[in-house]
């Protein structure tokens, strides 16, 4: 799909002489930020990079407190006071944020009974402390909470009630109704698992939930099989009521239960998973904020990781999660799902073998989450089949979607992948703490090769006319550097000679020229990289390439540039100096769309989303329309916009060059508004008609097919 856009798009390249677009902020997506408080005037606070943020239009902008100390997150205490905790211990503000004052807190993990009295602070070691005036003064109540092992989690409830998780081989459960003087052990449920209990929640209807792993034994293989319990009386009994992977779970006001899962979020649309302190936060309005983030454990410490990608909030009248964090993120990679929805990814890994992030979507004029792959996305490919491949740095290469990977390297960083002329799929990857890299092969998606062994490889580009293209960077465990390219599909390869230099990105186009990012600035050959000279943008890290209508652009973190007869220009205005780290140019209704990953998110100079009070992407339209087919030719799967100014049944058929009826693409009710329908191209190569029919009115469009 990508190749074909790009072959589209040089077509479109020669002699267009339009002034440079003016790019706008696609308000997002984020990379981390949350939300720990909504305020009774409808304001929320939220936290981000230790900062504290206030937002008065429900997460859509926000602005820094500046009174407030550093502080890694805040919550509302039942007084109404708010409580921060911070890198220099904890601060409480009585004025709704304007103000604060240090409190003296012991060190470790705090809780607060839901009457606001006593408050309670346990350590890992299993000591166990006790406030009975709102942390003005504490009173060691035990060094050794139920025996040996390590606390993981306190929670008070009703009646001076306490249930503690610890564990050393295994995690238990311990309760406590004298303030935790005495400690009993309450009756988990018999399943023939051990209940792993690693954290606790209070609910709204009254129920106290715990998240568990259950496992069989001590194995620690599967450690993704987890449960949920709740217990009615304070923790004496428990029953096991969900054996999915749970992460968190929350109870409206109005009794509506949320569980927070690996694979989504039951009981609301969207995919997400609720993490840290917070997970769901609900205002008197009933909107509903979730912070979202990813959650693992590895070998039997239990060391856990959490990753935040920004909050959430459930948009009625959308039907969507809206993303509403606080902090941009590093936009690496751009690319279209098999619905045409616009994907963008970003991950943090660098030279190290941990990294997160996420891979966010635009839809219904909103950025939502479209998958949570662990280690975020430094690379994504839609296939035919509609499925979106994604290279991620933690888990390998994997499809959109799969937060636990499984796909054909395990304990691999995948960093590229690319489809050849030939519709062959190749992609990248290293080990993890070794210096070795691979180049994988595939002939559908599914069943891969390794065809490479040897240096990292971080980026690839395939040529319209058949060469494939892998550039090699340096790394914290080896030196590699140049270009290698494959004249067989991606089945053997040979290094070339270019420059000393670090292969940041290349873009191959046909007749042997190919561009090369340094950290030096351009390198190009014309000759398929027998021979490279400088082209320009000396002393700059050039990062990223694409071919647009209006020649060729480079993205460096200077900003974007344009190829032109006089060299290399700084190109569009609005981005304000953003680094550039992926570029996407796409026909659109105004001849050509550009859109750009930079530091601070996605800009594009054509709207993306929109805020709550304007019309959506999917809003009124005036007439009947059917859109242009986009990529055209087809080679497997395409997508048509389609526009109806009321509901009506609706039919798209494929009809040949003497007007008979080949296939039908869509026979049903849409509503109103704006639509996409993916197309899938299976007839035999040709021209044909598409033809859309509703209300009595047809509009059609040429299309043409390539096998």
Do not use: K
């Amino acid at each position: 799909m990508r190749l074909l856009c790009a072959l589209l798009l040089v077509g479109l390249s020669a002699h267009v002489a339009a002034q440079d677009p003016v790019f706008t902020s696609a308000r997002g997506p984020f990379s981390g930020g949350t939300v720990g408080v909504v305020l009774n005037d409808g304001r929320l606070l939220g936290t981000s990079g230790q900062q504290l943020y206030v937002s008065a239009d429900r997460g859509d902008t926000w602005e820094p407190v500046t009174a407030a100390p550093p502080l890694f997150g805040v919550q509302r205490l039942p007084t109404g006071d708010l409580l921060g905790s911070g890198p220099s211990g904890y601060a409480r503000s009585g004025d709704g944020g304007a103000s604060w004052h240090p409190v003296t807190i012991p060190a470790g993990n705090l809780t607060i009974a839901p009457d606001g009295s006593p408050w309670y602070v346990f350590t890992s070691s299993g000591a166990l402390h006790r406030s009975n005036d709102e942390g003005a003064n504490w009173t060691l109540v035990t060094s050794n909470v139920g025996g040996t092992g390590s606390v993981r989690a306190v929670i008070a409830v009703a009646d001076e009630a306490l249930v503690i998780t610890r564990g050393a081989n295994f995690v238990n459960l311990f309760r406590s109704v004298d303030g935790g003087t005495t400690w009993t052990q309450p009756t988990m449920p018999s399943t023939g698992l051990a209940w792993e209990i690693l954290r606790l929640r209070r609910a709204n209807d009254g129920l106290l939930y715990a998240l568990s792993f259950a496992r069989d034994g001590f194995s620690w293989i599967d450690y993704r099989a987890a449960g949920l319990l709740h217990s009615s009386d304070h923790g004496l009994s428990w029953v096991a009521i969900s054996t999915e992977s749970v992460s968190d779970v929350y109870v409206t006001r109005g009794g509506q239960r949320f569980i927070g899962q690996v694979e989504g979020l039951a009981g609301a649309p969207g995919t997400f998973r609720a993490a840290g302190p917070y997970g769901v936060l609900e205002a008197s309005d009933g909107t509903l904020y979730v912070n979202s983030g990813g959650f693992y454990v590895q070998g039997p410490e239990s060391s856990s990781y959490w990753t935040g990608t920004g909050a959430y909030r459930w948009d009625v009248g959308r039907g969507v999660w809206r993303q509403i964090g606080i902090r941009p993120a590093p936009v690496r990679t751009l690319e279209r799902d098999g619905g045409g929805r616009l994907l963008a990814g970003y991950a943090t890994a660098e030279d190290f073998s941990f990294s997160y992030g996420a891979v966010l979507r635009v839809e219904a004029g909103a950025w939502t989450a479209a998958g949570l792959n662990r280690g975020g996305a430094q690379d994504l490919l839609t296939l035919d089949d509609g499925r979106t491949l994604v290279a991620d740095p933690q888990i390998g290469l994997t499809t959109l979607g799969d937060a636990e990977g499984g796909g054909p390297c395990a304990g691999c960083r995948a960093w590229a992948v690319a489809e050849t002329a030939a519709g062959t799929l190749l992609a990248t990857h290293d080990y993890q703490f070794m210096s070795q890299g691979t180049i994988i092969r595939s002939e559908d998606g599914n069943a891969w090769e390794q065809v490479y062994q040897g240096m990292v490889f971080r980026t690839l580009s395939a040529a319209p006319d058949g060469p494939v293209y892998a550039g090699a960077s340096p790394h914290a465990f080896g030196d590699d550097e140049g270009v290698s390219v494959s004249l067989d599909d991606g089945v053997t390869w040979q290094a070339l000679a270019p420059p000393d230099e670090r292969a940041l990105a290349l873009f191959a186009r046909p007749g042997g020229e190919v561009y090369m990012g340094t950290p030096a600035g351009v390198y190009r050959t014309a000759d398929g990289g027998a021979t490279w000279s400088p082209d320009g943008l000396g002393g700059d890290s050039v990062t990223v390439f694409a071919a647009s209508a209006a020649g060729m652009l480079a993205g460096t973190p200077e900003g974007l540039f344009l190829r032109g007869p006089s060299g290399w220009r700084a190109y569009g205005q609005g981005l304000d100096g953003r680094a550039v780290y992926a570029i996407r140019a796409e026909p659109s209704g105004t001849g050509e769309r550009l859109i750009v990953g930079t530091d601070q998110g996605v800009y594009a100079s054509e709207p993306l989303v929109t805020t709550p009070g304007e019309t959506p992407a999917s809003g009124v339209v005036a007439r009947l329309a059917l859109g242009a087919v986009q990529p055209n030719p087809v080679r497997g799967v395409a997508r048509v916009s389609i526009e109806l100014p009321e509901a009506s049944h609706v039919r798209l058929v494929v009809l040949d060059v003497l007007g008979r009826e080949l296939a039908t693409v869509l026979d049903g009710p849409l509503g109103a508004g704006r639509h996409t329908v993916p197309f899938a191209g299976t007839l035999p190569t040709g021209t044909y008609l598409l033809r859309l029919t509703a209300g009595g009115v047809s509009a059609s469009r040429t299309v043409s097919i390539v096998r």
